[in-house]
């Protein structure tokens, strides 16, 4: 902890501005949940509003320097690319990794290190 007053200041200036920017950059994940959403029924009102939406707010993030000017441009680009792509099919669901046990782990790490 800082002991001059100054920098006790600048401590407290710092971490508003750190929630400041993690707004802005949760927002911006929002706001592209919400574009794909709207992509997916297809209505293309609501795609164009919440895209623009988006834009404003990711054009504000940079002004502000909450985000890099090339990360800016990126999420740009990726909400352009996902309107053009249009809406997404279904995927098959992942499948589950084989869960093994911490004992299980140990005992074959183990078994490798005896056979050298």
């Known amino acids: 902890m800082a002991n001059i007053k100054q920098q006790k200041k600048r401590i407290k200036v710092a971490s508003r501005q750190r ?9 911006i994940k929002t706001y592209f949940r919400r574009l794909e959403t709207a992509i997916d029924a297809g209505d293309t009102a609501l795609i164009e509003g919440e895209h623009k939406q988006l834009q404003v707010l990711v054009d504000r993030a940079a002004a502000r320097r909450a985000l890099h000017p090339n990360t800016a441009a990126r999420k740009k680009s990726k909400a352009a690319r996902m309107i053009a792509a249009g809406p997404r099919e279904e995927t098959k669901p992942k499948r589950a990794r084989k869960a093994t046990t911490g ?13 050298k």
């Open 19 to 27: 929630l400041e920017n993690l707004r802005y950059k949760t927002t």
């Open 103 to 115: 004992a299980a782990r140990k005992t074959t790490a183990r078994s490798g290190a005896k056979k």
